[in-house]
Protein backbone atom coordinates (compact mmCIF):
# COMPACT_ATOMS: atom_id res chain seq x y z
CA UNK A 1 0.00 0.00 0.00
CA UNK A 2 1.33 3.97 -0.29
CA UNK A 3 -0.81 6.73 0.76
CA UNK A 4 0.20 10.09 -1.22
CA UNK A 5 -0.67 13.54 -0.24
CA UNK A 6 -0.10 16.32 -2.51
CA UNK A 7 0.91 19.82 -1.39
CA UNK A 8 2.32 23.12 -3.09
CA UNK A 9 -0.81 23.97 -4.67
CA UNK A 10 -2.15 27.52 -4.61
CA UNK A 11 -3.20 31.15 -6.34
CA UNK A 12 -0.65 32.72 -8.25
CA UNK A 13 -0.80 35.07 -11.47
CA UNK A 14 -0.01 33.61 -15.10
CA UNK A 15 3.86 33.82 -15.78
CA UNK A 16 4.16 32.40 -12.18
CA UNK A 17 5.48 29.62 -10.56
CA UNK A 18 4.64 26.81 -8.03
CA UNK A 19 6.31 24.04 -7.17
CA UNK A 20 3.85 20.79 -6.19
CA UNK A 21 4.91 18.18 -3.77
CA UNK A 22 4.07 14.46 -3.29
CA UNK A 23 4.71 13.05 -0.14
CA UNK A 24 4.45 8.90 -0.05
CA UNK A 25 4.48 6.68 2.68
CA UNK A 26 5.62 3.13 2.62
CA UNK A 27 8.94 1.23 2.67
CA UNK A 28 8.87 0.67 -1.57
CA UNK A 29 8.16 4.10 -2.35
CA UNK A 30 11.56 4.00 -4.65
CA UNK A 31 10.36 1.15 -6.89
CA UNK A 32 7.20 3.14 -7.72
CA UNK A 33 6.69 5.48 -11.34
CA UNK A 34 5.27 8.45 -9.76
CA UNK A 35 2.55 10.57 -12.24
CA UNK A 36 1.57 14.10 -12.24
CA UNK A 37 -2.29 14.60 -13.52
CA UNK A 38 -4.96 17.33 -13.52
CA UNK A 39 -8.27 17.76 -13.57
CA UNK A 40 -9.76 20.86 -14.31
CA UNK A 41 -14.26 21.46 -13.84
CA UNK A 42 -16.05 19.81 -16.72
CA UNK A 43 -12.75 18.41 -18.18
CA UNK A 44 -11.62 15.07 -18.25
CA UNK A 45 -8.18 14.23 -16.17
CA UNK A 46 -5.18 15.10 -18.15
CA UNK A 47 -1.51 12.97 -17.85
CA UNK A 48 1.22 15.81 -17.07
CA UNK A 49 4.58 14.12 -16.23
CA UNK A 50 5.75 10.82 -15.17
CA UNK A 51 9.17 9.60 -13.98
CA UNK A 52 10.70 6.22 -13.73
CA UNK A 53 11.35 4.81 -9.94
CA UNK A 54 15.31 5.47 -10.87
CA UNK A 55 14.42 9.04 -11.70
CA UNK A 56 16.37 8.55 -15.19
CA UNK A 57 13.28 8.35 -17.55
CA UNK A 58 10.75 11.55 -17.87
CA UNK A 59 7.65 12.58 -20.04
CA UNK A 60 5.71 15.36 -20.19
CA UNK A 61 2.46 16.30 -21.73
CA UNK A 62 3.26 18.44 -24.77
CA UNK A 63 0.90 21.53 -23.28
CA UNK A 64 3.69 21.22 -20.14
CA UNK A 65 6.99 20.68 -21.79
CA UNK A 66 9.48 23.55 -21.54
CA UNK A 67 7.52 24.74 -18.38
CA UNK A 68 7.40 22.15 -15.80
CA UNK A 69 9.76 19.58 -14.56
CA UNK A 70 9.21 16.74 -12.77
CA UNK A 71 11.71 14.98 -10.17
CA UNK A 72 11.79 12.82 -7.20
CA UNK A 73 13.87 12.45 -4.08
CA UNK A 74 13.82 8.75 -2.95
CA UNK A 75 15.27 9.01 0.29
CA UNK A 76 12.17 11.50 0.89
CA UNK A 77 9.85 9.40 -0.18
CA UNK A 78 8.54 12.82 -2.70
CA UNK A 79 8.08 13.64 -5.94
CA UNK A 80 7.92 16.91 -7.43
CA UNK A 81 6.81 19.05 -9.69
CA UNK A 82 8.12 22.77 -10.50
CA UNK A 83 5.95 24.59 -12.70
CA UNK A 84 6.90 27.53 -14.49
CA UNK A 85 5.67 30.34 -16.91
CA UNK A 86 1.94 29.17 -15.82
CA UNK A 87 -0.66 29.97 -17.95
CA UNK A 88 -4.61 30.20 -16.76
CA UNK A 89 -5.20 26.82 -18.87
CA UNK A 90 -3.06 25.38 -16.41
CA UNK A 91 -5.45 25.85 -13.57
CA UNK A 92 -6.94 22.37 -12.17
CA UNK A 93 -6.48 20.11 -9.37
CA UNK A 94 -3.41 18.40 -9.39
CA UNK A 95 -2.79 14.93 -8.19
CA UNK A 96 0.01 12.35 -8.14
CA UNK A 97 0.01 8.99 -8.50
CA UNK A 98 2.05 5.96 -8.69
CA UNK A 99 2.54 2.71 -10.51
CA UNK A 100 4.64 -0.71 -9.71
CA UNK A 101 7.17 -0.48 -12.05
CA UNK A 102 8.72 -3.73 -14.12
CA UNK A 103 11.69 -1.46 -14.17
CA UNK A 104 14.12 1.36 -13.17
CA UNK A 105 13.76 2.81 -17.00
CA UNK A 106 9.74 2.29 -16.88
CA UNK A 107 6.99 5.36 -16.86
CA UNK A 108 3.63 5.56 -17.75
CA UNK A 109 1.59 8.16 -19.56
CA UNK A 110 -1.89 6.47 -19.19
CA UNK A 111 -4.18 6.93 -15.69
CA UNK A 112 -5.01 3.07 -15.79
CA UNK A 113 -1.58 1.58 -14.94
CA UNK A 114 -1.47 4.01 -11.48
CA UNK A 115 -2.29 1.99 -8.44
CA UNK A 116 -2.67 4.60 -5.83
CA UNK A 117 -3.59 8.47 -6.48
CA UNK A 118 -3.56 11.54 -3.71
CA UNK A 119 -6.42 13.74 -2.97
CA UNK A 120 -5.12 16.42 -5.05
CA UNK A 121 -4.28 19.83 -4.39
CA UNK A 122 -6.06 23.12 -6.58
CA UNK A 123 -3.77 25.23 -8.84
CA UNK A 124 -5.04 28.30 -10.09
CA UNK A 125 -3.43 30.90 -12.55
CA UNK A 126 -5.27 34.03 -13.00
CA UNK A 127 -4.55 36.18 -15.82
Known amino acids: QVQLVESGGGLVQAGGSLRLSCAASGRTFSRYVMGWFRQAPGKERQFVATISWSGGNTYYADSVKGRFTISRNNAKNTVYLQMNSLKPEDTATYSC????????????????????WGPGTQVTVSS
Open 97 to 116: AAAQANSGSSFYTEALAYDY
